[in-house]
């Protein structure tokens, strides 16, 4: 596998990790790589592989396994953070484990408890407080009592049918972890992709399994963070998990994907970002791009043209749209 200089450097690093990786600087590339030189170069050892959809473990899975072959398969573990706390819920409960609730279902207990506790507040606003404190360790401290009515309701109910929403997954093993009623997963290494992304539950989960003489490698984009609104901690995660556990730092600075022209103004805009690694951001493509900027009357008329300049611009699979409303481009 061919590999820059900066990624021969991740991919190769001792210990705790962390890559702090640009925009198409081959990230999952060198998580895979990565992964497979860790199995390929210890005979002993278990790898666990995370991130945050069912799919895109599947794929860091089948990526892992191309690059070190199938005859590591037994040692790799891959899962999403819920699945794997799901593993481990089942593995030390005694008695039959909780029933997870699917989001429709836990949805529909929620409404239950909304209109029982507090209907005058708007069911949205319940939602989103509700998932806000299940995002955090502290205990749940709320400004509306009439919220809190319906967090403790929603939580007796849920206790009283055996069952257990997503969010308590990762709270109920980090809780056990910490008081020594669980163990951690029975791995050597685990690696972490998109970390920008995790929330302070699963930032506490990671930092358990370092904390345990787990090997721990994080690979993220510190300029980007899609979780945000799922209260995602982003560059700061990063940080702290690097700080906690005494972990290398290594950026993947070269960017593969974009022509120079359009890359220098991404980076000036980014550069804005005061949150974020120094890191000088190169590409490694010498074709120059083309960027026009257009001035249209409304919105009508940038359809137009949209749609006028992808006729004329040859193969349409080659374009994508990026627009603010996406209700108005339906």
Not at 42 to 64: Q, Y
Not at 169 to 188: A, Q
Not at 297 to 312: F, H, K, L, S, Y
Request: net charge neutral; with cysteine; charged share 25%.
């Amino acid at each position: 596998m061919n590999l820059n200089l900066y990624q021969e450097r991740a991919v190769t690093a001792s210990g705790h990790c962390t890559i702090l990786a640009c925009p198409g600087s081959g990230k999952t590339r060198v998580l895979s790589a990565r992964a497979a030189h860790l199995l390929a170069n210890n005979e002993k050892g278990r790898l666990c592989a995370v991130t945050f959809t069912r799919d895109a473990a599947d794929e860091l899975r089948s990526r892992i396994l191309l690059a070190c072959g199938p005859d590591h398969a037994r040692r790799l573990a891959d899962g999403t953070f819920h699945s794997l706390a799901l593993a481990q819920i089942k593995r030390f409960s005694k008695g039959k484990p909780p029933r997870l609730l699917a989001e429709g279902e836990r949805l529909a207990v929620l409404r239950r408890c909304w209109k029982q506790h507090a209907p005058s507040l708007s069911f949205e606003n319940v939602i989103q407080g509700i998932d806000r404190v299940k995002s955090r360790l502290a205990l749940p401290v709320f400004s509306d009592p009439a919220l809190e009515s319906v967090f403790l309701g929603y939580q007796d109910l849920m206790e009283s049918e055996g069952s257990m929403d997503f969010s308590d997954l990762l709270l109920t093993t980090v809780s056990k972890m910490t008081s020594g009623e669980m163990s951690p997963l029975p791995i050597r290494w685990l690696l972490v992709d998109e970390a920008q992304d995790m929330d302070e539950v699963q930032m506490e989960w990671i930092l358990l399994h370092g904390r345990s003489g787990i090997e721990v490698t994080l690979v993220g984009d510190d300029d980007q963070s899609l979780y945000a609104f799922r209260h995602a901690l982003g560059y700061e995660g990063l940080q702290e998990v690097t700080f906690a556990l005494s972990a290398t730092e290594t950026t993947l600075p070269i960017n593969y994907r974009c022509a120079p022209n359009i890359l220098t103004h991404a980076a000036k805009l980014i550069e804005h970002n005061k949150n974020r690694a120094p890191k000088k951001i190169s590409a490694h493509k010498e074709v120059s791009g083309e960027i026009n900027v257009l001035r249209l009357p409304d919105r009508w008329a940038e359809v137009d043209q949209i749609g006028n300049t992808i006729i004329n611009g040859g193969d349409k699979q080659e374009w994508a749209i990026l627009w603010l409303f996406t209700g108005f481009l339906r």
